[in-house]
């Protein structure tokens, strides 16, 4: 491990590459870990073949010194027509998506992942809020059941436009659930410029003791699109500070989705300014512990 953050890449973010090619090139660029999303482009969650696949990763992963995380945010993986559909507060189909979250259980545990990484959806239309809340609790509690039996950590992710979608609605979930700490967090660096009213790092020392997974992109106040560093309003330095002074040692990953189309130079600038930015942060980082 290095001394300083431990960077990662989304594979979402490499669909035009074999897994196999899109991890030799985060490898060779330094990454230190990748998000791996389930999706059949990559590894597809219910291939005859799953296990023969996932020992070959595993193997694989080690060789490169890669560390994962697993992410479960494939558009298409249950639905061919409606992206991200079925979800956990679906009237038909929630069962479907709940099967998802327990096989990326049992591969985060395969893999020797560090956390599976997963968020609520869209609440589906006309559908009273208290129903909401019933289909996302049974569904989330399910999950989180499985992932105590097996080890695996879990990062809920609050997402713009999905009804769980701030750190308050996170907040509530934890709450509904029983108790504060039943659900890590999955924390995207973007998402907190874009719907948040506190600044980023003060979003990150607020779920300090919570974070399991961490999300990275620049962003703009009040529109949700991955951007790459330095096109939007985020000034990391302090973000990246803010997530050493908590003593968060976990993967912070690249996530830009719709950057396939050159991926290995979206990926090389990305890493080159995340580490000038870890670099800027360092100091800062040293004088409050101070």
Known sequence: MSAGTRFGYG????????????LAVLADLGYEGVGLTLDPRHLDPFADDLPHRLRRLAARLDRLGLAVVV???????????????PVLMSAEGAGRRVDLLLRAVRIAADLGAEAVSFWSGAAPADTPRQVVWDRLLAGCGTVVEAAARAGVVLGFEPEPG???DTLDAYDELCRRLGGPHPLGLTLDIGHCRCLEPQPVADCVRR???RLVNVQIEDMRRGTHEHLEFGSGEIDFPPVLSALA?????????????????AAPEVARRSLDFLRAA???ARPATRGAAA
């Open 278 to 280: 870890d670099a800027g």
């Open 245 to 261: 002074a908590t003593g968060y040692r976990g993967l912070v990953s690249v996530e830009l989705p719709r950057h396939s189309h």
């Open 207 to 209: 779920v300090a003791d």
């Open 71 to 85: 992410e479960t945010g494939g558009r298409y993986v249950l639905d061919p027509w409606r992206k991200h559909q």
């Open 11 to 22: 594979t979402n973010g490499f669909g035009d590459h074999p897994l196999e090619d899109a």
């Open 162 to 164: 999905m009804f769980v």
